[in-house]
């Protein structure tokens, strides 16, 4: 593609040499440059891609989108100024794979908890609509039934527009997307054209990234802040964040409530472990997803469907047929009549909604026993949260490692037990190794007893020290009561 047919729509302050030379491919990362290719160097956190210009010019770049021009100058080489190089990425990537977001119907979903979930459960919806879409989540990435290994959150906005191009390609008139703080502070959606975005919740979460709730709250609103017009903005008003998206968005404003009259308004009816009786605009069915969160989950996802043009009784239909998210409130019974759960929460709030909904359905004669832990070279203050919240809710709460990354096990555990109120001292143990935690929890645990193993979900790796060892929840507990059950 020529140059500049790849600037359109940028603010460029100034252009040295040819800009109608044919690009072959877009990189911004130096050591990836080819021939012929177009070089963005961008400031990072870390590393300042200006440093690395010379180098993409000896490797073949032929032009350079840069925020500063550099002092030696190759006269073969087209040179590109902008204010914001991260920024410009973002319409350089659209405009190379021919603007797919605008292909399609490109909805997004941000908040702290929720968003795997609502992405992957629409993108099942719509396949039961009759509908092939793109999911760009967590867990993974699929193109209708191609299944892509998901590495990010938010994947670079360049992967972002290859995988829309590759789905609008397919056929797809609808991709669904997970869009996390991280993703937008890092200019990873810049020059996405979104139809819907959708906001769950905002509570303790990536402070270690954002290093304040306020500007954690910030990020969130910048997605809302940048829709077009065209678009619509659908927020949880029950949470009291939901409003504050809305406050500067140009996009239409709607809204999901179970508290409060809302556009989208939800009740549970019932609820125990097989799932839940619900009401959504006054029509009643039953879905096999359970626990409070999940009906602001399938609310938001009745409310998205329903602002696409669908009719909201084939859209509850759709949605009675969804089956659990990997790693989201997965249930399944021992032969021994225990009863498993396995869940991703690894926030304060995930982790008091997940052992809110399990004390709304148990009877209260059978114990809950949790285990869980906290992700190392992560937000520190949520630590003690987790160790009140999980001790306050649980029968017996074990604390035990998460993915330590780089830090030591027992500091993490030492932090988690800070929390724990002296009312409760004799509710905790910490078992520092995963699985003896989960052996521990087995050991205890008697027919009809409940047993939550939380924070990894659908994660089937634990980091320890920068290396990644197979560890998968769901196995452990099978592999271990097998053994134990001999």
Known sequence: MQLNELLKRIPVLEILGNDSLEVSELVFDSRKVTENSLYIAMRGIVVDGHSFIASSVEKGAKAIVCEEFPDHKDEHITYVKVKDSSKALGQLASNFYGNPSEKLKLI???????????????????????????LLSTVEIRIADQVIPATHTTPDVITINKILAEAVEEGCEFAFMEVSSH?????????????????????????????????????????????????????????????VMLQNTKAAKKSYALKTMADYHGKLLEVDFNGMLLNFNGKEFWTTLTGKFNVYNLLLVFGIASELGFEQEEILQAISQLKRVSGRFETFKSDGGIFFIVDYAHTPDALENILDSINDIRTKNERLITVFGCGGDRDHTKRPEMGNIATKKSTLAIITSDNPRTEDPAAIIKEIEAGVEPQHFSKYTSIPDRKEAIKMAIKFAEPKDIVLVAGKGHENYQEINGVKHNFDDKETINELWKLMSK
């Open 108 to 134: 997004g979903v941000t908040g702290t908890n929720g968003k795997t979930s609502v992405s992957t459960l629409l993108f099942d919806v719509f396949k039961n609509l009759g509908y092939d879409s793109a």
């Open 183 to 243: 993703g937008i502070a890092q200019n990873r959606i810049e020059g996405l054209h979104f139809s819907i975005a959708g906001f769950t919740n905002l509570t303790h979460d990536h402070l270690d990234y954002h290093k304040t709730f306020e500007e954690y709250l910030k990020t969130k609103k910048r997605f809302f802040d940048g829709l077009s017009s065209t678009a619509t903005a659908i927020t949880n008003i029950d949470d009291k964040n939901g409003n």
